[in-house]
């Protein structure tokens, strides 16, 4: 029995030679070490042996069950080494490289230009106020002072809803309405930016959804003068004093008297391109004295109160400022345009 331990042991230490993972070792530990292992196996013919030799074989097995062991602990941590270097080796990662900068989103054009302008008109005491983009037909158009079927409604081309009444605001001048039925009797200095719609053919001018930002001022004794300097000091913030501006006379149903303000055109430097029509000049806003009939719908008695109001264009300013050649720009959200701006 002696000796069919040694020759077991011999074998299993020339077979743990050969274990070349951890998967193998444990195949090997349960063959020579398990519970129905080569020497568990052998054991179990110790109680049929003579008593007197016993002590004798048991003794041997010991020492080979301790020796088997140690071989076993030994090769594990031989084993587990070697497999972890692998490791490191294999997902090694060189500290010293510098970091992927995650890519960070950033405002759109279109709200940055739209925030410039508010904080323009916050220093001059306007407070922001937003209305819905969703509108009826009477705040939109009627309390405008357009009744239904005015000629003048050619001036908007309007996306009708298939609910009679509702359209999508084609311009922030229904908020005068709201805001004024709001604040009546107090004065009101207010710029309403928001998003508009136009039921238009797209080019480089025009799009079908723009921000505008209306204005408006109502009071006692407010002159077209006011009007005048509040426009004058915004394009001169705006355009840092670069651009020359004028007015021209216009009409609006809902001013009374009416004009625009151009902004000499950067893209061609005044020589005429398609952004201005060939004409030098682009126009940012409308603006007048708010009509009586429009104050009067606000609540707000002509005899007593006056107003002034303006409407501009935001995506148009900023084609002015940052020399922006096509709108259509604005919403193809291609990324080459939108990172050159912030
Ligand atoms: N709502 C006009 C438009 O979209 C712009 C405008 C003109 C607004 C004159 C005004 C104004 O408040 O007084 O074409």
């Given at each position: 029995m002696q000796d069919q331990l040694k020759s077991m042991e011999a074998e299993?230490?020339?077979?743990?030679?050969?274990?070349?993972?951890?998967?193998?070792?444990?195949?090997?530990?349960t063959?020579?070490?398990?519970?129905?292992?080569?020497?568990?196996q052998i054991m179990r013919g110790l109680g049929a042996l003579p008593?007197?030799?016993?002590?004798?074989?048991?003794?041997?097995?010991?020492?080979?069950?301790?020796?088997?062991?140690?071989?076993?602990?030994?090769?594990?941590?031989?084993?587990?080494?070697?497999?972890?270097?692998?490791?490191f080796r294999a997902e090694a990662v060189d500290v010293t490289l510098p970091g992927r900068p995650p890519a960070l989103g950033r405002l759109h054009i279109a709200t940055q230009n739209l925030r410039e302008i508010s904080s323009i008109f916050a220093q001059m005491g306007f407070e922001v106020y937003?209305?819905?983009?969703?509108?009826?037909?009477?705040?939109?158009?009627q309390l405008l002072n357009i009744p239904p079927h005015h000629p003048a409604r050619d001036m908007w081309s309007t996306f009708y809803t298939d609910r009679e009444g509702v359209v999508l605001r084609t311009h922030t001048?229904?908020?005068?309405?709201?805001?004024?039925?709001?604040?009546?009797?107090?004065?009101?200095r207010a710029i309403l930016p928001g998003k508009i719609y136009r039921y238009e053919q797209v080019s480089a001018r025009y799009e079908y959804q723009l921000h505008q930002v209306e204005g408006l001022a109502v009071g006692r004794n407010i002159?077209?003068?006011?009007?005048?300097?509040?426009?004058?000091?915004?394009?001169?913030?705006?355009?840092?004093?670069?651009?020359?501006?004028?007015?021209?006379?216009s009409y609006f149903p809902f001013t009374e008297p009416s004009f625009e303000m151009d902004i000499e055109c950067v893209l061609c430097g005044g020589g005429g391109c398609r952004v201005c029509k060939y004409s030098g000049w682009v126009e940012i806003l409308g603006a007048g004295m708010v009509h009586p009939v429009v104050l009067q719908n606000g609540g707000y008695d002509p005899a007593a109160y006056s107003g002034f109001a303006f409407g501009m264009g935001n995506e148009r300013i900023a084609m002015l400022k940052y020399a922006i050649d096509d709108i259509r720009y604005f919403f193809a959200n291609d990324p080459r345009f939108l990172a050159q701006f912030g």
């Open positions: 299993a230490l020339a077979r743990l030679d050969a274990v070349q993972d951890l998967a193998a070792l444990e195949d090997w530990r063959e020579y070490l398990g519970r129905r292992g080569r020497l568990a008593a007197e030799e016993r002590p004798a074989v048991g003794q041997v097995a010991n020492q080979v069950k301790a020796r088997l062991e140690a071989a076993y602990e030994e090769r594990r941590v031989a084993l587990e080494e070697e497999a972890k270097a692998r490791a937003e209305t819905p983009e969703v509108e009826t037909d009477e705040m939109n158009f001048s229904p908020g005068q309405i709201r805001l004024m039925r709001e604040r009546y009797p107090a004065e009101i002159h077209m003068s006011d009007l005048k300097g509040v426009l004058v000091a915004f394009a001169q913030q705006m355009f840092q004093g670069t651009r020359r501006w004028r007015f021209r006379g």
